[in-house]
């Protein structure tokens, strides 16, 4: 099954790095990641090519305030732009890949590949095309950062792109890649349709995948997951029932519906996701201090820097705060949800 390879390819992935976290204190760190871009040949194909003049001044701005940069892959869209014309995206972007490059040569950046980006796992294709424009620049699958608040360790943070396991992303790559440069791509250009249209929902999504990541990161003891990928935004609120309370109802959804159905097959599958649901409750639901039933806090995604109507998203740290920003051209950052690390983590360690 799929969600079986992404939990196997997560669980590598993470082991790789399980001995060697990078320590930070989270009352002095500043960090911003973004995933996402998708730069491309400048066309309608584009989709990074509206949302650039935002994303420089929000490069300028982070930069400006000592942060931490750390692009979370996918920066450039390599399945639609044949491998002869990835030297263009550079000279057409190279606004942007200017202000990565402030971030590198000041030693503040970290970059992480994706699916779209994956020929960047590769050392001779980084020295070829992308050490050009940033030079150096070493590029990895995943990075994991050790929380610290003074003397004592919160826990860990996992940032990785999230394409591992993934049918179509991952397993499909290949397929994948070629679809989107034979066929969408093409109708790209001739409709400039955009393949993501903001939305201000950052709450997980209660599709498949988004509850695969969920729950691998929930069942990791004293770990948050931060990632990319899906181009949703996520940062749920933490001080309240609210995601507990969405699961007891897709819960009560499907026992409903099992019970009207009367063919075999039907009942038999409602079933099977009534109770994935169910076991995600038990295992990742909690009973605070309060008496208020939540649920843990594991799973964090940028969003994307791409989106239709020129907007950009990410996730920074702050002075021990955490939170989902996005960036509009003129109008700057605005602060979408937030949560104290030590508060995330605690409900991390609740009950284990």
């Known amino acids: 099954m799929a969600s079986s390879r992404v939990v196997e390819n997560l669980t590598q992935a993470h082991k790789k790095l399980a001995t060697s976290p990078l320590p930070v204190d989270i009352g002095e ?3 911003l990641f973004i995933s996402d871009l998708h730069r491309g040949l400048g066309d309608g194909a584009d989709d990074f090519d509206a949302c650039e003049d935002a994303f420089c001044q929000c490069l300028e701005q982070y930069f400006d305030e000592n942060f931490t940069l750390v692009v979370v892959g996918d ?10 014309d990835w030297p263009e995206i550079f000279e057409i972007h190279a ?54 608040d003074g003397p004592e360790s919160l826990g860990r943070m996992f940032i990785i792109h999230g394409h591992q396991g993934d049918f179509f992303s991952d397993l499909l790559a290949e397929v994948s890649e070629v679809l989107v440069r034979e066929l969408w791509a093409r109708i790209q250009k001739v409709t400039e349709l955009r393949s993501t249209r903001f939305s201000e929902e950052r709450r997980i999504q209660g599709d498949h995948t988004e509850a695969v990541y969920y729950d691998w990161s929930a069942r990791q003891p004293s770990m948050a997951t931060l990632m990319g990928h899906t181009h949703d935004m996520v940062l749920e609120k933490i001080d309240s029932s609210e995601h507990y309370a969405r699961i007891q109802r897709l819960i009560t959804k ?8 009367r063919d075999k097959e039907s009942k038999y599958n409602y079933r099977v996701l009534r109770d994935r649901w169910k076991s995600r409750l038990k295992r990742s639901a909690f009973q605070d201090h309060d008496g208020v039933f939540r649920m843990r806090p594991a799973y964090f995604n940028t969003g994307c820097c791409c989106f239709d109507n020129g907007w950009i998203s990410g996730i920074e740290i702050r002075e021990g705060e955490l939170s989902l920003i996005t960036w509009q051209e003129e109008k700057g950052r605005k602060t979408v949800a937030s949560a104290h690390l030590s508060e995330v983590f605690r409900q991390l360690a609740v009950n284990r």
Not at 75 to 84: D, M, Q, T
Not at 129 to 138: D, I, R
């Open 29 to 31: 760190a500043r960090f």
């Open 75 to 84: 920066a450039e869209e390599l399945w639609e732009v044949r491998e002869k």
């Open 254 to 261: 499907f026992d409903t519906r099992y019970r009207r159905l």
């Open 95 to 148: 606004a942007s890949v200017e202000r990565e490059r402030a971030f590198l040569d000041a030693g503040r950046y970290c970059r992480l590949y994706g699916n779209h980006d994956l020929a960047w796992a590769n050392g001779a294709s980084v020295k070829k095309y992308l050490n050009p424009h940033l030079p150096n620049v070493q590029v990895s699958e995943a990075l994991i950062l050790e929380l610290l």
